[in-house]
């Protein structure tokens, strides 16, 4: 049996892949490698997944648009997957204000189409369906840590509600049709291999020459930093398990303020960015920090990989991947306190000929990224 990955060569769906074949497994990646960021670093991300097929697994690229409904038609025919592990999303808040029709197009009527791929499967072996969603659902809520029984009926953006939205197609498809829907929502992911519009990139870009980037309420804010490898953990176990319809936090469980991860940064690079304080814009929030408890019953999730630890693999990565190879692609600068990823996602799945919003004055957001 085999699983499909969609997103595959953005930021979470490449580790996702690659852990996947590093079990064995055959894997198809779907992905349409559009702009958001340079398409070569997303085949760079190939290769990373290509170097772990000629050691384990299978896999078979697919370059598709989760939108394409005759396509997915198709590879449901070719193929009987076990799993369907859905990353390819549009991602930011601020290009999710500016182009809303677009992120329901990709990020629900998307979702859709592949619920609706995996609802005309025969019963017995319908596959199990893992979505990525995002803490950004939580909006501003006031129970701390957050908690899945939470309501999580006021997101603040657009993208977050578009998150929410998918994760309700989710259940209506368990009530109607019997599927095992999983939603694990993303804390705050970082690690190798991010999009360059991330924080943590965007910061060591400033760090090394780059631009200022602005400061949100002077770092006032805490983030549930989650390490991939950890997150790709959470996934995997997901894909494994028939649970119904559920929605699970995926986070370390330990927020961090922001001014302590940048200070951190700061020590292991050993120079500063350039930070510019501004006030928090209205979509965002000052705290995330992932109950999970769930998780940790449903999953055997544990994640392990120290804030401390996760910065030092990280800047290993950028210095050897980034830096080496001289001036880096900056890519969109829409960030926001994203998910992703997104994952991890990327814009993955927008359609080759619609790339969505073009705004490449705005400046990367400090806050943090939940995808």
């Not at 170097?51 to 299978?58: E, H, M």
Request: net charge negative; charged share 20%; hydrophobic share 35%.
């Amino acid at each position: 049996m085999t699983v499909l990955v969609t997103g595959a060569a953005g930021f979470i769906g490449s580790h996702t892949a690659v852990r996947l074949l590093s079990r064995g497994e055959e894997v198809v990646g779907l992905d349409n490698l559009n702009s958001f960021y340079s398409p070569e670093r997303k085949r760079h991300n190939l290769e990373e997944v290509a170097r772990q097929q000629a050691r384990s697994g299978q896999f078979q690229f697919v370059e598709g648009d989760v939108r394409d409904r005759a396509l997915l038609a198709r590879l449901f025919e070719q193929h009987g997957f076990r799993s369907v592990i859905h990353l390819a999303a549009l991602v930011g808040v601020r290009g999710s204000i500016q182009n809303p029709w677009q992120y329901y197009d990709v990020n629900v009527n998307g979702t859709l189409n592949l619920l609706e791929a995996v609802r005309a499967q025969p019963a017995p072996r319908r596959a199990q369906f893992v979505f990525a969603s995002t803490a950004l659902v939580y909006g501003r809520t006031e129970l701390i840590p957050f908690v899945e029984t939470d309501s999580a009926d006021h997101p603040l953006s657009p993208y977050a509600a578009s998150k929410r939205a998918a994760e309700m197609l989710g259940f209506t498809y368990h009530h109607l049709h019997g599927l095992d829907f999983s939603a694990v929502r993303f804390f705050s992911v970082y690690g190798p291999r991010c999009r360059p519009e991330m924080l943590a990139y965007k910061w060591l870009d400033s760090a090394f020459g780059g631009a200022a980037l602005p400061y949100h309420n002077n770092g006032q804010m805490h983030r549930d930093w989650t390490f991939i490898d950890d997150i790709v953990n959470g996934i995997v176990s997901a894909s494994e398990r028939r649970l119904g319809y559920q929605v699970i936090n995926l986070g370390r469980g330990e927020p961090v303020l922001l001014a302590d991860f940048v200070e951190t940064l700061e020590f292991v690079a050993g120079r500063k960015a350039q930070l510019d304080t501004v006030p928090m814009p209205e979509s965002d929030v000052h705290y995330t920090y992932a109950g999970i408890g769930k998780a940790q019953q449903l999953l055997n999730y544990h994640p392990r990989i120290s804030f401390e630890e996760g910065i030092q693999r990280f800047y290993s990565w950028y210095t050897d991947h980034v830096r080496a190879q001289g001036p880096t692609d900056q890519g969109p600068t829409d960030q926001g306190p994203t998910d992703q990823g997104p994952t991890d996602q990327g814009r993955i799945d927008q359609g080759p000929t619609d790339q969505g919003p073009t705004d490449q004055g705005r400046s990367a957001e400090s806050s943090g990224e939940d995808g």
